[in-house]
């Protein structure tokens, strides 16, 4: 095979890579930002605040910029070009200002972006001063799109400025355009700037104007106002370019691992407040070269803690204003941390003069009712009159304030407001329990403690509460004690439990492992109880745990394995309703009791019968598997009454 060396001659080049320096400037000039030529003199006015000392303070910085029909132009009053600078200028891509965080601009394209097609750009004058010399350098566009041609010299006369760039164009819509983006750039700088000789207007200007709150800390400085749309908002610049408009939970978040409720704000204790807008600048804040989005560095901490103290402060504004409920929870859950510390140190007599004015305004808001009690309790009040060995009880829903009868050892129960996503915007999930429990650390939920066995053994151990109460004393009440009324009402509901498809249903349905069911009358020995029925062993003891399981399911025939066991259904005779069912005389009593017995058993009341966390599924599969069985019953009957009655 011939060796020809022409292919590797062609593709061998002295420097490594060629570079087509026509297209890579078309391609720079035209692409670089997008639909928008007139934003390359926002470049302009980055490079005029660069050319101050970092010394120099923003608001001494002046710029000039001045319009013709076909012509714009900035002026700067810094320190001009260096040598260096100067051949930077015509450098493709040259910059002396990488990696330094005194200056906006990074990455030395602005000013060619000025030659974009679009503005039909003829030429371009740079009057500066550079070494004590006056300098002008001329671009010159020979044809769109081609690297213009640059001419040098120095000038005679000297410059009562330090730099001046003035573009000239071939219409006068790119000056109109340059001056344009010039006006929406130059707003959010806090510098002088004139404009064909007209004061112009920052943002930072105009909100002194209108009393907002500016603060400046470190190296940020931002200002406070009120928000024309729901929520809270921050304007993000960065050595006062303006960056992006997001919400505060992203800000807050840095868009990571958002949960849209208020864990965002919980997250770096944010003082939640409603309608308010930041505008704030961070000059050291790190950000991507699209500039728009910024790093989750130390700066951005450092940022993140001035906006925490400024929407304090706002906090404590409102707070003193008008103390409004859902302003108040929303904050009680946000600043649950602040708060149990000043509660600590506020119990334990320490110097709490520091604290924040808005975490004690929250403390000391009375804004929770307590049953029985005509006055609300803030809680510092909680706090104080709670007995140090007893749980703080609560109960937003109001469903079991009379648990066990009330016989369990309490100061007071809390009744904090019932919440939803209407009355408290984005509330987090288990709201009080979050908050009750970082601050009171021992609490108890009534409307969720019957769910909580291990709660429950706490309090048993801590004899809060009688264990008792949870499996009562009774006892059984023996035949030959019965009336007649009271013999024929258990023989009945026996007749209905013997049948297959009926101990079938209760056996699949509350998960036990039953050889056979039968009814028995009780009476609680233990008092305060309301207990109506509840499933015992064959020796009239509530069931053990041990005797069932609510974590596996009844298969099949199962429930009647080797473990199965005889168990009675308990009924209290003293029960209002089971006295209604004893001295009724319908014969089909014993089938609308079951129905009744469905929602008793499914509720599992007391703890009498086993629990089930799933009380809608269990009692509703329970009632269609115990009609079914019924009904078969019943057509059974009906079924041997035809045969009896027909003659054969």
């Known amino acids: 095979m011939n060796k020809n060396t022409e292919i590797i001659d062609t593709i061998t080049l002295k420097n490594g890579m060629e570079i087509d320096l026509d297209e890579a400037w078309r391609k720079l000039t035209q692409r670089q930002f997008g639909g928008s030529p007139g934003r390359g003199f926002g470049e302009l006015v980055q490079n005029g605040y660069d050319g101050y000392d970092a010394e120099v303070a923003w608001s001494d910085r002046k710029l000039d ?57 003829e030429r371009i004058w740079v009057h500066t001063i550079c070494e004590g010399h006056a300098v002008e350098l001329v671009f010159n566009v020979i044809e769109q799109s081609k690297i213009p041609k640059i001419t040098t010299g120095l000038m005679t006369e000297s410059l009562p400025f330090s730099t001046r760039i003035t573009a000239e164009f071939d219409n006068s819509y790119s000056s109109e355009t340059c001056l344009e983006y010039a006006r929406e750039c130059l707003k959010t700088f806090p510098c002088k700037v004139k404009i064909n000789g007209c004061s112009f207007k920052s943002i930072w200007e105009k909100a002194r104007q209108a009393g907002h709150k500016i603060f400046t800390s470190g190296q940020c400085m931002g200002f406070v106002e009120t928000s024309g749309w729901y929520g809270s908002h921050i304007s993000l610049l960065r050595r006062y370019e303006k960056i992006t408009d997001l919400s505060m939970e992203s800000l807050i978040t840095g868009g990571h691992s958002m949960k849209f409720d208020l864990r965002d704000w919980a997250r770096k204790e944010t003082p939640y407040v409603n309608d308010i807008d930041i505008t704030i600048n961070c000059n050291d804040l790190n950000v991507p070269i699209s500039r728009d989005g910024f790093y989750m560095d130390s700066a951005y901490s450092r940022m993140v803690r001035v906006i925490n103290e400024q929407m304090m402060h706002q906090l404590e504004k409102n707070l003193e204003y008008h103390l409004d409920h859902r302003l108040i929870l929303t904050n009680h859950y ?64 109001r469903t079991n304030l009379r648990w066990l009868g009330g016989a369990f050892k309490h100061d007071f129960i809390v009744l904090p407001s019932r919440l939803s996503n209407e009355n408290l915007q984005r509330k987090a999930p288990e709201f009080y329990q979050t908050i009750f429990t970082r601050i009171f650390s021992d609490v108890v939920n009534l409307d969720e403690v019957e769910y909580d066995h291990s709660k429950m053994a706490d309090l048993v151990k801590r004899n809060i509460i009688d264990k008792g109460l949870l499996s009562p004393h009774i006892q059984l ?79 099949d025939e199962s429930w009647q394995s080797d473990h199965a066991k005889p168990i009675l259904l308990g009924l209290q005779k003293d029960n209002p309703y089971i006295e209604s069912l004893i001295n009724t005389e319908d014969d089909h009593m014993p089938y609308y009791m079951l129905m009744f017995l469905v929602h008793e058993l499914a509720m599992c009341q007391k703890l009498l019968v086993p629990y089930s966390p799933y009380f809608h599924v269990v009692k509703a599969r329970l009632a269609k598997d115990m009609r079914k069985a019924l009904i078969e019953q019943l057509l059974s009957a009906q079924d041997r009454d035809k045969k009896m009655k027909t003659p054969q």
């Open 334 to 397: 946000v600043l649950r941390n602040k708060i149990a510390n000043y509660l600590d140190r506020k119990i334990k007599q320490e110097d709490t003069s520091k604290v924040e004015v808005a975490v004690k305004l929250l403390a000391k808001a009375p804004i929770y009712p307590v049953n029985g009690k005509s006055e609300s309790f803030s809680l510092l009040d909680i706090a104080e009159k709670r007995s140090k060995d007893l749980p703080v009880f609560f109960s937003p829903e």
């Open 477 to 555: 009440t023996k035949i030959r004690e019965l009336n007649k009324k009271e013999k024929t009402c258990v023989q009945k509901i026996d007749q209905v439990l013997s049948h297959g498809a009926v101990k079938k249903a209760i056996a699949r349905n509350l998960n036990l492992q039953i050889s056979n069911v039968t009814a028995a009358f009780f009476q609680l020995e233990t008092s305060g109880g309301t207990i109506a029925t509840g499933f015992l062993d064959e020796n009239g003891c509530p069931l053990e745990p041990e005797y069932y399981t609510n974590l596996g399911k009844i298969e």
């Open 65 to 121: 910029i001045k319009t013709t029909p076909n012509s714009i132009s900035i002026t700067d009053y810094g320190v001009g070009m260096s040598r260096e600078k100067l051949k930077l200028l015509v450098t493709l891509g040259g910059t002396d200002k990488a990696n330094d965080k005194t200056k906006i601009g990074q990455f030395g394209i602005g000013f060619c972006s000025m030659f974009n097609p679009d503005l039909v750009t």
